[in-house]
């Protein structure tokens, strides 16, 4: 991961991001919700295709043959992901009360979210098993105090650490997926990153990089693969400014 790199491409983006406003920026923005959100639900089971999330989200269309909770695991998805981009605005720090308000909204109208569960979970597949409640109450204490310890932290490892550590707790029933990748974009918009959607076709190497912290504590796997998705969209936001302007950036 090449830190400085990215926080040049960055800096220009953020700094030449208005040239984009209008329809095109609004495009960007759309196309990304819909791409993360079918993405992201994707990867914990749902079957919408990208169209099928496209015509739910965009369009306000009603989506037949599907259950109706694949429906609001969808549009909560899109809720939740403006409540964090509300509070990234508004310049408030990631703590456990807006944790709890986007798992909360993760499940509306599914079950009641933002309470801690109070039975043992496993993940299906995986060598770690998380935490029994008690334990797992002293943890999600221990992540929050943390997450103020780490404030210093390179955002793309923080961004990592947050998801890694949170979703090693799991101390939700369901959902901790979904919150993790939420919270992950968090850190990276509150240090004006851009969110980034990690792929259902890497659910692979995206698990095994959260294995990798979960066993042996290695989060850098998982922050290298944030840095390579966060540097292909700052890349497209580049081409689009040099290809509007006279102005293109220096790599050297």
Known sequence: MNEEQLQRKKAFVKEHKSLL???????????????YTHNSTAIEGNTLSLMETKLLLEDKQSIGGKALREIYEVTNH????????????????????????????LMENIFTGGIYRDVGVYI????HTPPAPDEMYRQIKDFYV?????????????????HGEFVRIHPFIDGNGRTARMIMNYQLMFHDFLPVSISKED??????????????????????????????????????????SDMHFDAN
């Not at 406003?21 to 791409?35: D, H, Q, R």
């Not at 066993?215 to 081409?239: C, N, S, V």
């Open 21 to 35: 406003a209008g329809a095109a920026l609004e495009n960007y923005e759309t196309a990304f919700i819909i791409e």
């Open 78 to 105: 899109k809720k939740a992901f403006d409540y964090v981009t509300k509070c990234v605005q508004e310049g408030k720090s990631l703590d456990e009360r807006i944790l709890k308000d986007i798992h909360a909204i």
């Open 124 to 127: 299906t597949g995986a060598a």
């Open 146 to 162: 943390d997450l103020e310890k780490n404030r210093e932290m390179d955002p793309i490892t923080l961004a990592a650490w947050t």
């Open 203 to 244: 659910r692979l190497p995206y698990f095994s990089c959260l294995e990798a912290y979960a066993m042996k504590g290695d989060i850098q796997p998982f922050a290298d693969m944030i840095a390579a998705l966060e540097e292909t969209r700052l890349d497209y936001y580049i081409q689009a400014i040099e290809q509007i």
